[in-house]
């Protein structure tokens, strides 16, 4: 997974051709903790298809607000610069994920 | 199912929190094989907590998180396999009780241990729904680095509500409790109540309620209304926690054991649930505390009644049910002295007729199960088996002459 911040969130998630997987995080979150196999399982099988970068809130906290996430763990899809599609809190499960991304990699 | 896809263990514990993960230790280190089915990290309400200052043994307190690796791994030491997966179905009708996980997973064992603990209870507010994980939150380690030097507005006032409030206002510039109680009351303890009045982060809005939750995409504000004036005034802030209790995450059941009408499972001191082989530990149990240690305690217990079951049950599928030759029961109790007098007796018809009739002795007060299912409810009382099955039944009072002509009948066939 790329690691994404505020340096490059521009360039490595809106600029990026094709779409885009952000897992926002921290490591004080332990949900996100136990998510982040399940996120990188689903790289190994989609990561052909759709790009997948995670963001660690805690040094990149007015990143994550700006892009309106105020709750870990999110995950979100990006197309062309826009969010196109989210998953937070308890919705953010692996099986939600993967439909998710089928659904955008269409 | 296909039985070939169907894992089979002696002990399922369904849910990795402090109940499940003391379950695991205790049975592991029996030697039962046993699984626990977690959904997420094991740790459950727990591994999400900051900050543990009543958990005994660690003075100066403990991290959750910390503490529930170590009860994980503590479980593991003795083989306890830890399988992350959601729970969905459970059928507990047969003698072999089977669970089904949403990741496709089929398995079965003798004895289930259900431990799925509880979660965060919502107001349902408008807003509220729309706006989780947008400002709206429910856990405070998880998402209280956002609101660093923001405002944010926590509903509730219990132990919890309180202590969680405090915490937050570590990151927080400020943290407004909404309290429906009047000025000065609280239902947190003393202790924690006067810290959190001498906490000059903390602001307080008492005899009110948020009826609101407000925000374009992230939270922006609540309406706050005032139960004595009815007044609603509209306060800007960054993020609501909500801490109102918990719900147990039961639904999974669909009523397969039986609950009370909040969904909490009914279970008594052996935490044996209204189903033989079905335990309930921890947080979802019907109990008057719920805590890390109250739910270590009830972990510990339901695996010792578990292993006690399993070992019940096998012995007597081994020696009763499972032979393909008549057997002799006869249920005693040390407290009937009939029973004891008549044992000689008893045992006499079977050594005569050792090779064709088994004598099983089952000490009624022992094994209140088995009576149960047998409806024994005096000792002594004999009961005659042929493949599995009650084929004769003899009620005391009785005589030697009696028992013998009925087990020879038994042994004959006919």
């Known amino acids: 997974m790329v690691q994404v911040d505020k340096v490059n969130f521009e360039e490595e998630v809106l600029q990026a051709k094709g779409p885009v997987l952000v897992d926002f995080w921290s490591t004080k979150c332990e949900p996100c903790m136990a998510l982040l196999p399940d996120v990188e399982a689903l790289e190994a099988k989609y990561g052909d298809q759709i790009k997948f970068c995670k963001l660690n809130v805690l040094e990149n906290r007015r990143l994550a607000i700006s892009q309106k996430v105020l709750g870990l763990p999110t995950i979100c899809i990006y197309k062309d610069g826009e969010k196109v599609a989210e998953l937070t809190k308890d919705d953010a499960t692996a099986a939600n994920i993967e439909a998710m991304i089928k659904e955008q990699i269409q | ?414």
């Open chain 2, 1 to 414: 199912m296909a039985a070939e896809d169907m894992k089979t263990y002696d002990v399922i514990i369904v849910g990795g929190g402090p109940a499940g993960l003391s379950a695991a230790l205790y049975a592991s280190r029996s030697k039962l094989s046993t699984l626990v089915l977690e959904k997420a990290k094991p740790g459950g309400q727990a591994g999400t907590t900051e900050w543990l200052e009543n958990y005994p043994g660690f003075p100066g307190g403990v991290k959750g998180p910390e503490l529930m690796e170590h009860f994980a791994a503590q479980a593991r030491e003795f083989g306890a396999e830890i399988i992350k997966d959601d729970v969905a179905s459970v059928d507990f009708s047969g003698e072999k009780k089977l669970v089904c996980t949403a990741g496709g997973g089929q398995y079965s064992a003798s004895a289930v241990i259900l431990c799925p603990g509880a979660e965060p209870r919502t107001l349902g507010l408008p807003g509220e729904r729309e706006l989780r994980g947008k400002g709206v939150s429910y856990c405070a380690t998880c998402d209280g680095d956002f609101f660093t030097d923001l405002d944010i507005v926590v509903i509730g006032n219990g132990d919890a509500a309180v202590e969680e409030a405090m915490y937050l206002t570590r990151f927080a510039e400020s943290v407004t409790m909404i309290v429906v109680h009047d000025e000065g009351i609280l239902d947190a303890t003393a202790v924690i109540r006067d810290r959190a009045f001498k906490n000059p982060k903390m602001k307080w809005v008492w005899n009110s309620v948020v009826d609101e939750i407000r925000g374009d995409g992230i939270v922006e504000s609540v309406i706050i209304r005032n139960l004595k004036t009815n007044e609603r005034t509209e306060l800007e802030t960054n993020g609501v926690f909500v801490f109102v209790g918990t719900v147990p995450n039961t639904q999974f059941l669909s009523g397969a054991v039986e609950m009370d009408k909040r969904g909490y499972i009914i279970a008594n001191e052996q935490m044996e649930t209204s189903v033989d082989g079905v335990y309930c530990a921890g947080d979802a149990r019907v109990k008057y505390l719920r805590q890390v240690i109250t739910a270590a305690a009830d972990g510990a217990i339901a695996a010792v009644a578990a292993e006690k079951y399993i070992h019940e049950e096998e012995g007597f599928r081994e020696m009763v049910l499972a032979p393909a030759f008549p057997v002799m029961v006869c249920f005693w109790s040390p407290t009937s002295q009939e029973s004891l007098d008549f044992m000689p007796a008893v045992e006499r018809i079977a050594e005569a007729r050792a090779g064709s009739l088994n004598l099983v002795k089952i000490d009624i007060y022992k094994n209140q199960r088995i009576a149960g299912r047998y409806e024994i409810s005096a000792a002594p009382s004999i009961l005659f088996f042929n493949k599995g099955q009650v084929c004769e039944r003899v009620q005391w009072p009785t005589t030697e002459e009696e028992l013998t002509l009925v087990a020879d009948r038994v042994i004959s066939g006919k």
